[in-house]
């Protein structure tokens, strides 16, 4: 540990607290994306939350994707039975 921190820019934070919140990024991909810790986002997140259970964030996270690729099978799998058999 290098014993020194930096000041990161509000926005900074606001942003990748949101990304994961709302949108679904890994916190390793956002993390990256800012050029943070992922510690530090976990750290944010878990002020976010009442009662600091950042897991409900993550699982709301994993549930939105799960979502969306068993909207994406579904279509497929709509498609695949309107077309034309020959």
Same mark, same amino acid.
């Given at each position: 540990?290098?014993?020194?921190? $930096?000041?990161?820019?509000? +926005?900074?934070?606001?942003?990748?607290?949101?990304?994961?919140? &709302?949108?679904?990024? %890994?916190?390793? +991909?956002?993390?990256?994306?800012?050029?943070?810790? %992922? $510690?530090?986002? @976990?750290?944010?997140?878990?002020?976010?939350?009442?009662?600091?259970?950042?897991?409900?964030?993550?699982?709301? &996270?994993?549930?939105?994707?799960? &979502?969306? +690729?068993? @909207? &994406?099978? *579904?279509?497929?799998?709509?498609?695949? *039975?309107? $077309? %034309?058999?020959?």
């Amino acid at each position: 540990m290098s014993g020194h921190f $930096r000041v990161i820019d509000p +926005q900074v934070k606001a942003d990748a607290i949101a990304e994961v919140k &709302n949108q679904g990024m %890994p916190v390793s +991909q956002a993390a990256v994306k800012y050029g943070v810790d %992922p $510690r530090t986002i @976990y750290g944010w997140l878990k002020k976010e939350v009442i009662g600091g259970d950042k897991n409900l964030i993550l699982e709301n &996270n994993r549930l939105k994707k799960e &979502n969306e +690729q068993l @909207y &994406n099978l *579904l279509g497929r799998a709509t498609a695949e *039975l309107k $077309r %034309p058999k020959g």
